[in-house]
């Protein structure tokens, strides 16, 4: 029997821009490795939220964001790991994404998200997402 483990919060970013937003894939030998997610975290201790999703994305991408909005929290649990994933809609702020450790970036459409294979902890977020957009556009392809 696999055992469990808690490892605590971890924010993600959703970053948007002309429409679109970010989506990052995890390289080989990461867990969840060459899904699609949205770039982020675990938050250490003594860190906020938003100061984990700072040195994260500056981290991972070298960008500094602006926050828009927190989603709501989801709890998971994977087969060997529970988290809860936090996710924040941002704007850039200063700089440009950099792929890093990342196998590749890419801006999306939410209408082509279901596209892209992500992490079930992400899909309830991918969910949430979709039904601001519509309610603040009306369109499911577009981002505000
Ligand atoms: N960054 C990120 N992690 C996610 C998402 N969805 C999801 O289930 N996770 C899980 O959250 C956990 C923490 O992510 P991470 O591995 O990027 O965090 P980290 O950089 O602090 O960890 P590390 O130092 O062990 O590499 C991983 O188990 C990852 O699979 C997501 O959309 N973004």
């Known amino acids: 029997m696999t055992t469990s483990f808690h490892i605590g919060d971890v924010v993600c970013a959703i970053i948007e821009c002309d429409g679109k937003f970010l989506i990052a894939r995890r390289p080989k030998g990461k867990h969840l490795a060459r899904k699609w997610e949205f770039p982020g975290g675990k938050v250490e201790a003594g860190e906020s939220e938003a100061e984990a999703l700072e040195r994260e994305l500056l981290e991972e991408l070298d960008v500094r964001v602006e926050i828009v909005e927190r989603l709501t929290p989801v709890e998971h649990s994977y087969p060997d790991r529970s988290l809860r994933l936090i996710a924040y809609r941002?704007?850039?702020?200063?700089?440009?994404?950099?792929?890093?450790?990342?196998?590749?970036?890419?801006?999306?459409?939410?209408?082509?998200?279901?596209?892209?294979?992500?992490?079930?902890?992400?899909?309830?977020?991918?969910?949430?997402?979709?039904m601001k957009i519509v309610a603040a556009t009306g369109d499911p392809q577009k981002t505000v």
């Open 90 to 130: 941002c704007r850039i702020a200063a700089g440009v994404p950099d792929a890093g450790e990342h196998e590749e970036l890419r801006w999306i459409g939410i209408d082509k998200a279901s596209e892209y294979d992500f992490p079930e902890a992400d899909l309830p977020i991918l969910a949430e997402y979709r």
